[in-house]
C-alpha cells in the first residue's frame, strides 16, 4: 500500500533534495600562503583559508563575491564555496565530518554566507567552517563535506 498526500499544501511542499559528500584536506603551515587546499573534487569546490584564496576564480563573470566570514588559520576557520550545474533553492544543511579525529567527536556545522547560503546567481553554495583545527602552526584537517540542498523549483514554499 502506498502513501499519497491529499491535501495540496503537503504535496506542494514535496522537495527534491540532493546529497553530496566530498572528501578534502587542509594541511597547515606558519606561512598562510602556503597553507595546502586539496578536495577529491577540485572542480566544483573551492576553498579560503587565510593565505589560499580558490574561490574568486570560481566566480561566474560580473558576480558579486559572497559574503564569506574572514578565514582565521589560528581557529582554524576557513570558507567554502560548492558550484552546483542547477538553481538551488534551499540550502537544507551543511557539516564536516573529520575521518581521522580518534575521539569520533569532530563533527562541525557549517555556517551560511550570504545569509542563504546560495550566491547571487543561485547555482553556488557559500559556506563558512568553524573547524577548530589551528592551521597557523601545522594542524591538518582531513575530512569530508556533507551538504543538502533542495533544488529550486521542487517546491512552491521555499
Known amino acids: 500500500m502506498s502513501f499519497q498526500p491529499k491535501d495540496s499544501l503537503v504535496r506542494e511542499r514535496e522537495l527534491k533534495?540532493?546529497?553530496?559528500?566530498?572528501?578534502f584536506v587542509i594541511t597547515g603551515s606558519a606561512t598562510p600562503a602556503s597553507v595546502s587546499v586539496l578536495s577529491d573534487e577540485p572542480s566544483i569546490l573551492f576553498m579560503n583559508t587565510a593565505g589560499v584564496n580558490q574561490t574568486t576564480a570560481a566566480l561566474s563573470p560580473n558576480e558579486a563575491a559572497p559574503t564569506f566570514a574572514a578565514p582565521v588559520?589560528?581557529?582554524?576557520?576557513?570558507?567554502?564555496?560548492?558550484?552546483?550545474?542547477?538553481?538551488?533553492?534551499?540550502?537544507v544543511s551543511a557539516e564536516i565530518v573529520s575521518v581521522t579525529d580518534t575521539t569520533g567527536t569532530l563533527i562541525k556545522a557549517c555556517y551560511l554566507a550570504n545569509t542563504t547560503g546560495i550566491s547571487q546567481y543561485g547555482n553556488k553554495i557559500c559556506l563558512?567552517?568553524?573547524?577548530?583545527?589551528?592551521?597557523?602552526?601545522?594542524?591538518?584537517?582531513?575530512?569530508a563535506l556533507t551538504v543538502r540542498w533542495a533544488v529550486a523549483g521542487a517546491g512552491s514554499s521555499l
Open 128 to 143: 563558512n567552517v568553524p573547524s577548530g583545527v589551528d592551521f597557523a602552526t601545522g594542524g591538518t584537517l582531513t575530512a
Open 73 to 91: 588559520d589560528a581557529s582554524g576557520l576557513f570558507n567554502m564555496m560548492l558550484v552546483l550545474n542547477e538553481t538551488v533553492g534551499k540550502v
Open 17 to 23: 533534495v540532493i546529497e553530496l559528500h566530498i572528501p
